[in-house]
C-alpha cells in the first residue's frame, strides 16, 4: 500500500519568511496530493491540492510543486505570517479509487 | 450549512468499556472515514466506507469496528476500550467526484 514520509516534523521560521515541507509517496499509482491544515485545536482543512498532470499550482502565497519521476511533492509558503502557524499534513491517493494516505504533520511556527 | 459532526466531544472511560463514538453529515456525501491522530504520528484511517453497504479496513483497524447505518451516518466502536486507544479521533466525508475530505470537529478519548 501507500507510504507518505513527511519532512521536517517541526519548522521555526521568522515572520516574511518563506516556508517548505516536503513529502515522498512510494505508489506510483497515486495521482492526487492534497495539503491539509489543522490550527490548534481545529479540524484538518484542505487548504491546496494538485494532480499529477500538473507540476505546479498555486493560490496567492502558497503553492505545491510534483514530481513524479521522483515520487515527491512539496508545499511553499511565501511571506509567512502568524496565522500560518498550525500542523501541516501532506496525503496522496489514487483520484476517486483510495482513501488518502497522510504524512505524519509538520508543526510550523512562524516567529513575529 | 451543511456540515460533519461528531458525539460525543468528548469522553473519559476505564479499560475494557465499550465506547461508541457517532458521526453524522448533512453534507450529502457517500464517503466516511474514521480516523484517528496521534502527537506524532499524523492521521492515520481506521475503518472508511464508500456507501452504505460498503465497510473496509483501514492501516489500523484492530480493537475497532464500525457501522454505516444510512448514508449520514458512521459510528466506531471499541469492544473493549484499552489505554494505548486513547487518542483524538477524526470522523470525514467526500464526495466520490471530488476527493476532499472534510472532517468533524473530533471526538478526544481517554481511556484510564
Same mark, same amino acid.
Given at each position: 500500500?501507500?507510504?507518505?514520509?513527511?519532512?521536517?516534523?517541526?519548522?521555526?521560521?521568522?515572520?516574511?519568511?518563506?516556508?517548505?515541507?516536503?513529502?515522498?509517496?512510494?505508489?506510483?499509482?497515486?495521482?492526487?496530493?492534497?495539503?491539509?491544515?489543522?490550527?490548534?485545536?481545529?479540524?484538518?482543512?484542505?487548504?491546496?491540492?494538485?494532480?499529477?498532470?500538473?507540476?505546479?499550482?498555486?493560490?496567492?502565497?502558497?503553492?505545491?510543486?510534483?514530481?513524479?519521476?521522483?515520487?515527491?511533492?512539496?508545499?511553499?509558503?511565501?511571506?509567512?505570517?502568524?496565522?500560518?502557524?498550525?500542523?501541516?499534513?501532506?496525503?496522496?491517493?489514487?483520484?476517486?479509487?483510495?482513501?488518502?494516505?497522510?504524512?505524519?504533520?509538520?508543526?510550523?511556527?512562524?516567529?513575529? | 450549512?451543511?456540515?460533519?459532526?461528531?458525539?460525543?466531544?468528548?469522553?473519559?472511560?476505564?479499560? =475494557?468499556?465499550?465506547?461508541? $463514538?457517532?458521526?453524522?453529515?448533512?453534507?450529502?456525501? +457517500?464517503?466516511?472515514?474514521?480516523?484517528?491522530? *496521534?502527537? =506524532?504520528?499524523?492521521?492515520? $484511517?481506521?475503518?472508511?466506507?464508500?456507501?452504505?453497504? +460498503?465497510?473496509?479496513?483501514?492501516?489500523?483497524? *484492530?480493537?475497532?469496528?464500525?457501522?454505516?447505518?444510512?448514508?449520514?451516518?458512521?459510528?466506531?466502536?471499541?469492544?473493549?476500550?484499552?489505554?494505548?486507544?486513547?487518542?483524538?479521533?477524526?470522523?470525514?466525508?467526500?464526495?466520490?467526484?471530488?476527493?476532499?475530505?472534510?472532517?468533524?470537529?473530533?471526538?478526544?478519548?481517554?481511556?484510564?
Amino acid at each position: 500500500g501507500e507510504n507518505v514520509e513527511q519532512h521536517p516534523s517541526t519548522l521555526s521560521v521568522q515572520e516574511g519568511d518563506s516556508a517548505v515541507i516536503k513529502c515522498t509517496y512510494s505508489d506510483s499509482a497515486s495521482n492526487y496530493f492534497p495539503w491539509y491544515k489543522q490550527e490548534l485545536g481545529k479540524r484538518p482543512q484542505l487548504i491546496i491540492d494538485i494532480r499529477s498532470n500538473v507540476g505546479e499550482k498555486k493560490d496567492q502565497r502558497i503553492a505545491v510543486t510534483l514530481n513524479k519521476t521522483a515520487k515527491h511533492f512539496s508545499l511553499h509558503i511565501t511571506e509567512t505570517q502568524p496565522e500560518d502557524s498550525a500542523v501541516y499534513f501532506c496525503a496522496a491517493s489514487i483520484w476517486g479509487n483510495t482513501p488518502l494516505v497522510f504524512g505524519k504533520g509538520t508543526r510550523l511556527s512562524v516567529i513575529a | 450549512d451543511a456540515d460533519v459532526t461528531q458525539t460525543p466531544r468528548n469522553r473519559i472511560t476505564k479499560t =475494557g468499556k465499550r465506547i461508541m $463514538l457517532e458521526c453524522s453529515q448533512t453534507k450529502g456525501h +457517500d464517503r466516511m472515514y474514521w480516523y484517528r491522530q *496521534d502527537p =506524532g504520528l499524523g492521521l492515520r $484511517l481506521i475503518y472508511y466506507s464508500f456507501d452504505v453497504k +460498503d465497510i473496509n479496513k483501514g492501516e489500523i483497524s *484492530d480493537g475497532y469496528s464500525v457501522s454505516r447505518q444510512a448514508q449520514a451516518k458512521f459510528s466506531l466502536s471499541l469492544e473493549s476500550a484499552i489505554p494505548n486507544q486513547t487518542a483524538l479521533y477524526f470522523c470525514a466525508t467526500s464526495h466520490p467526484g471530488v476527493n476532499e475530505q472534510f472532517f468533524g470537529p473530533g471526538t478526544r478519548l481517554t481511556v484510564l
